[in-house]
């Protein structure tokens, strides 16, 4: 949704694909771009028994540390984990009523959430073809229920289309479709594509369009009961007597184009937004929470590492409480996993050798916001009939979330106000939260005329306040990766680093996972040589 015309840079790109869809259609465009890759796990790693009494030490009881913790505790290693929070899961997080929170600046919220309500301020939803996660899922047997990625029924909006007004998804979707299915039908008939379609391939070809597209018998896209049954009614199909449906008014094609609606539409087509898409029941946090139950011996909460240090014989981690500060202490093991991400290890005293130094030292982390709304009732469902899914603006909240659970409850629920990345996030973190939140209603009324009425209470993280990320997630370029990524990778003495970061599946758990599963083969490989 953007009305310039110069080409943009792959980072601006990225970054517009970003405001748009969201970090997970980015994702798929890095992957395109060749920033990123599928998922590798095929399973969990096989590691055999250790010498007896080896010894790991674990910094960070996110998914990628504890994944690991838990394999190489499977396979008879002494384990012991740090965790800067109060809380295992890292980024794995859900804010519930009562939760307190604290970021960079001093900045506290209390949020006020009635129970069963929530917000995810990190990961939100687990695609089918993320084993890895879906794995340890499973095993902590952590209940899934449904995530609607795309609701046809939700909203797509510009401040300077349609007199500001918000369209339903499905009424772009079909008329784009169907325009472009009539441009190509006249393109095919016209001959335009005798020399890459055979004769036989045209008239298939006519067939699929007219179906593709809903154009009528003319192979045109026009208002009418065809389009309708694409894009809806102004009156549905009824019973009886006054049953005729009434087609809406399709949107002509330049008014289509220079509205930019059509930007948002594309958002269920990327790889990791095509269904199936999961989320826990209760909130993303809860896979945290069983994954802490089931180390709870293995880790030691508020502990805010301040010097790794390794010696032929071993590594030392010092740390001091995250809460309280005072002494400091250490903690010794005969190798280290590091899954603290790459924004706070920077500041970290390490005696790594310079390539991973160099390779920790350059990679910055992307901006991001989420801003969670509790409303005093379900609007969006009793009076849009808006079940899940998202609606897109090119405001800097730039979407909306509905809750996926509790579907016709008479009570409150939460949306997701906000959700963006670069400018608007950057932009975000420098305002208090109360200013999020205040930014958040605005935008949203545009969309929903209901928000400031049935606002209740609301909480915004921004990513780059948050004190143990300083970030939402790596960002790496092709420069980048192709100059630093294996040395960030690679086992430097007793040290190897696990995350996202350490990952071509930046921003997702998955990415974590299988930098863990892949960290600890090679950390064993190399003890057991």
């Known amino acids: 949704m953007t009305d310039r015309n110069d080409a943009p840079s ?11 869809a969201g970090s997970a259609a980015m994702y798929h465009a890095m992957t395109e771009l060749g920033f990123a890759g599928e998922s590798t796990f095929t399973g969990p790693p096989k590691l055999g028994a250790p010498p007896p009494g080896t010894s790991v030490l674990v910094l960070g009881a996110g998914i990628a540390g504890m994944v690991a913790a838990m394999e190489l505790r499977d396979a008879g290693y002494k384990v012991q984990v740090l965790e800067y929070n109060g809380r295992a899961g890292g980024r794995n997080w859900s804010l519930y009523g009562g939760d307190t929170y604290t970021e960079l600046g001093g900045f506290t919220q209390k949020v ?28 902590l047997n952590v209940a899934l229920e449904p995530f609607t990625q795309v609701n046809y029924n939700a909203y797509v909006h510009s401040t300077t289309a349609f007199g500001g007004k918000p369209v339903r998804y499905r009424e772009v979707q079909a008329d784009f479709y169907g325009h472009v299915s009539e441009l190509l039908s006249k393109s095919t008939k016209q001959g335009a594509l005798d020399q890459a379609v055979s004769k036989q391939d045209q008239e298939i070809l006519l067939a699929a369009l007219k179906n593709w597209g809903a154009l009528d018998g003319d192979y045109k896209y026009a208002t009418g009961l065809e389009a309708g049954e694409r894009r809806g009614y102004v009156k549905d199909p009824g019973g009886g007597l006054n049953s005729m449906p009434i087609a809406g008014k399709a949107i002509a094609l330049p008014e289509l184009l220079q509205s930019g609606l059509w930007t948002a539409i594309g958002a269920g087509l990327a790889y990791d937004m095509q269904s199936a898409i999961f989320q826990p029941k209760g909130g993303m946090g809860m ?30 981690a010092t740390y001091i409480d995250s809460e309280k500060g005072g002494t400091r202490k250490t903690a010794t093991a005969d190798w280290c996993v590091c899954t ?57 909240n730039t979407m909306i979330g509905y809750p996926m659970w509790d579907y016709f409850s008479k009570g ?23 200013e999020r939140i205040k930014d958040a209603l605005e935008y949203g009324s ?63 758990q998955e990415g974590a996972v299988t930098s863990a599963v892949d960290a600890i083969t090679r950390l064993h490989k190399k003890v057991m040589s």
């Open 340 to 396: 603290i991400p790459a924004s706070v290890l920077s500041q970290i005293p390490m005696n790594v050798g310079a390539p991973m130094k160099a390779a920790i030292n350059q990679l910055p982390y992307m901006a991001a916001t989420k801003v969670g709304l509790q409303m005093k009732r379900r609007f969006w469902e009793e009076d849009d009939q808006i079940y899940g899914g998202q609606s897109y603006t090119d405001q800097p």
């Open 446 to 508: 545009k969309i929903h005329p209901q928000y400031k009425d049935e606002f209740e209470c609301g909480v915004a993280v921004a990513w780059h306040r948050v004190p143990w990320t300083l970030g939402c997630a790596g960002f790496w370029t092709e420069e980048s990766r192709a100059a630093h990524y294996d040395d960030l990778c690679a086992i430097d003495g007793r040290i190897v680093l696990a995350g996202e970061h350490a990952s071509r599946i930046p921003a997702w």
């Open 287 to 316: 896979i945290g929470k069983a994954f802490g139950k089931a180390l709870e011996p293995l880790i030691q909460y508020s502990c805010k590492v301040v010097d790794i240090h390794q010696d032929e014989k071993g590594v030392t």
């Open 112 to 139: 006020g959430f009635d129970p069963g309500q929530y917000i995810n301020p990190g990961p939100w939803r687990l695609p089918y073809h993320h084993q890895g996660i879906l794995h340890y899922v499973n095993r």
């Open 412 to 434: 409150k629920g939460v949306l997701l106000g906000a959700y963006n990345f670069g400018t608007p996030a950057f932009i975000a973190a420098a305002k208090p939260p109360e």
């Open 10 to 20: 792959r980072r601006s790109l990225l970054s517009m694909i970003g405001v748009v």
